[in-house]
């Protein structure tokens, strides 16, 4: 019987250990391919679930430097947060932190369902 990791607290769906995996590695294999380096800073700005455990987890196994940002920050402090990690590359699905990022550094916004499609 396959291990479960985590059930997502708003869907109730969850994602075992093989299923981790294997989507964190694809969606490493994707932050490569679009410029993540070792040592880069990567925004994960995502509701506590399962993505975000697969977006963090990404993001480590790519060399990178998960910074997560909570969604229900203030739209002021979330901009704050955002310039001051000085981060190309943010995961996210919500307009509020796209809209944040917008005069910062980041250049690479990738939703939660590019991680999931993997690399092209």
Do not use: H, Y
């Amino acid at each position: 019987m396959e291990r479960i990791v985590m059930v997502d607290p708003g869907t109730g769906l969850a994602i075992t250990e093989r299923q981790l995996d294997e989507r964190s590695a694809a969606a490493a294999v994707l932050l490569r391919r679009r410029g993540v380096c070792a040592g880069d800073t990567v925004l994960v700005c995502l509701p506590v679930g399962p993505d975000l455990l697969v977006a963090a987890d990404a993001v480590i196994a790519a060399g990178g430097v998960a910074c997560p940002v909570s969604p229900d920050l203030d739209p002021g402090v979330l901009r704050d947060r955002i310039r001051a990690s000085r981060a190309r590359v943010m995961i996210t699905d919500l307009c509020a932190a796209r809209e944040a990022a917008d005069e910062s550094r980041v250049r690479i916004v990738l939703g939660v369902a590019d991680l999931r499609d993997g690399p092209s």
